[in-house]
């Protein structure tokens, strides 16, 4: 019976107390979710999230993370406290076991986010966030051993703290952000032969383990008559080690490939445009996610990701209308399904395909947002986004348990529904 690793990951941290940080992670805890680009959200605030994912070259209230340069949109002092209503329908099907497809449990979660943006003075301004910034998990604990999927529980998730600065010349703002992540790690699974079983017993796994790491991101944005802005960002890899989860779990895989405990957040960078006319608004962000280069992805086959994201909004009085589109092939190709990924591992080869197809099927490509918007007063607004992110499937090899080969496939769609309020004083 193959056996899957599970792997939790919170980016985080303005204090490095760890008593704190655990706190406020545990209020964050619903993040486990899967994600939509690998795994990271394509946008936490429900403004970005209606706009198909762009925040790269305009204000909103996570621009913190989209680009710091942009958080001199601010008025004065800006909170905003949001949540999200994820929804993902993930299911699997192994050959082995015929026709009998699973749904996975984990199909519910709660994704908050809060900060704050504000002027210095009249040029510099500051920014600080705790963002859920996204995540993926399965939970196939209710499913049989002749299911063939190991009982397998997964979960990534994430939170960040991104404490920022910028600085406003008119034209144009430059600004950066130190990003903390705060992580933790486990796995599940279960190899009883016992059908029916659930005991605790029966579970096995590396045990759980969490660390700190710290990144940064630069911003530059500017715009030319008061209608176009251009900007770009880059965000730097933050790398993590989870004592033993990495390697303990992958030894059981017969994975020899992954000598280390290590998983690092890839490097991200990206351009984006805004146009401002009379009361519309249209955007473009093109994002690159280099999971190619990043620390032990790499070794899962996992391929970096182009992402294009286009949006519109109209504002109307107190109303704001707000649509968009977002596509990103998915970073789970040939070589992390049926390929070279895990090859000169023997069957840690097949470990590898099943480990992304069915405990990490970030296969999501294609994402349809919408959104309304309401500024009740001068100092406090609502906004709200609704986004479908599109089924996708994906068949990868697993081990047959007897020296061969057989198949197992995952089916992959989401619902999220986002509202946040913004408070101006």
Same mark, same amino acid.
């Given at each position: 019976?193959?056996?899957?690793?599970?792997?939790?990951?919170?980016?985080?941290?303005?204090?490095?107390?760890?008593?704190?940080?655990?706190?406020?992670?545990?209020a964050l805890m619903p993040l486990s979710a899967f994600a939509t680009n690998g795994s990271a959200l394509i946008g936490t605030s429900s403004k970005t999230r209606a706009l198909g994912g762009t925040g790269i070259a305009y204000y909103a209230p996570d621009s913190a993370l989209k680009n710091p340069a942009q958080i001199?949109?601010?008025?004065?002092?800006?909170?905003?406290?949001?949540?999200?209503?994820?929804?993902?329908?993930?299911?699997?099907?192994?050959?082995?076991?015929?026709?009998?497809?699973?749904?996975?449990?984990?199909?519910v979660f709660l994704i908050p986010s809060i900060g704050f943006n504000t002027?210095?003075?009249?040029?510099?301004?500051?920014?600080?966030?705790?963002?859920?910034?996204?995540?993926?998990?399965?939970?196939?604990?209710?499913?049989?051993?002749?299911?063939?999927?190991?009982?397998?529980?997964?979960?990534?998730?994430?939170?960040?703290?991104?404490?920022?600065?910028?600085?406003?010349?008119?034209?144009?703002?430059?600004?950066?952000?130190?990003?903390v992540l705060y992580g933790t790690a486990s796995i599940a699974f279960n190899g009883a032969s016992d059908a029916e079983s659930t005991s605790a017993a029966d579970y096995q796994g590396?045990?759980?383990?969490?660390d700190i790491g710290v990144g940064f991101s630069l911003g530059a944005s500017y715009t030319f008559m008061d209608m176009l802005t251009v900007a770009g960002f880059y965000q730097s890899a933050i790398d993590q080690s989870y004592d033993k989860v990495m390697t303990g779990i992958l030894a059981d895989f017969l994975v020899s490939s992954v000598t280390t405990d290590e998983l690092e957040t890839p490097t991200e960078w990206g351009i984006g445009f805004a146009w401002d006319w009379n009361n519309w608004m249209f955007t473009f962000d093109y994002k690159n996610i280099d999971w190619e280069g990043s620390a032990n992805w790499s070794k899962f086959g996992w391929e970096s990701q182009d =992402? !294009? *994201? $286009?949006?519109?909004?109209?504002?109307?009085?107190?109303?704001?209308?707000?649509? #968009?589109? /977002?596509?990103?092939? &998915?970073?789970?190709?040939?070589?992390?399904?049926?390929?070279?990924?895990?090859?000169?591992?023997?069957?840690?080869?097949?470990?590898?395909?099943?480990?992304?197809?069915?405990?990490?099927?970030?296969?999501?490509?294609?994402?349809?947002?919408?959104?309304?918007?309401?500024?009740?007063?001068?100092?406090?607004?609502?906004?709200?986004?609704? =986004? !479908? *992110? $599109?089924?996708?499937?994906?068949?990868?090899?697993?081990?047959?348990?007897?020296? #061969?080969? /057989?198949?197992?496939? &995952?089916?992959?769609?989401?619902?999220?529904?986002?509202?946040?309020?913004?408070?101006?004083?």
């Open positions: 019976i193959l056996k899957i690793k599970q792997t939790y990951y919170f980016q985080g941290g303005c204090m490095i107390n760890r008593s704190l940080v655990s706190a406020f992670l545990f001199v949109g601010a008025k004065g002092f800006d909170f905003t406290f949001a949540g999200t209503y994820f929804a993902p329908d993930v299911s699997a099907k192994s050959a082995l076991s015929g026709s009998t497809s699973q749904d996975s449990d984990a199909d002027k210095i003075t009249d040029q510099l301004y500051f920014a600080l966030g705790a963002f859920g910034t996204g995540g993926q998990g399965v939970d196939y604990k209710s499913s049989k051993t002749s299911d063939n999927l190991s009982r397998i529980r997964t979960s990534i998730s994430y939170m960040k703290f991104a404490p920022s600065l910028a600085w406003d010349g008119g034209d144009w703002s430059i600004g950066g952000a130190v990003n590396g045990g759980s383990s969490d =992402v !294009f *994201a $286009l949006g519109i909004e109209y504002v109307w009085g107190a109303h704001t209308f707000r649509t #968009g589109y /977002s596509m990103a092939d &998915s970073p789970l190709q040939t070589n992390a399904l049926t390929g070279s990924a895990g090859s000169t591992d023997g069957n840690g080869s097949e470990s590898i395909h099943f480990l992304n197809t069915v405990g990490f099927p970030a296969i999501v490509e294609n994402h349809l947002t919408f959104g309304y918007g309401h500024q009740f007063s001068e100092r406090f607004g609502l906004d709200s986004a609704l =986004v !479908f *992110a $599109l089924e996708e499937d994906a068949t990868g090899n697993q081990s047959d348990g007897a020296g #061969g080969k /057989s198949t197992v496939t &995952s089916t992959h769609s989401q619902t999220s529904f986002s509202i946040g309020g913004n408070w101006s004083f």
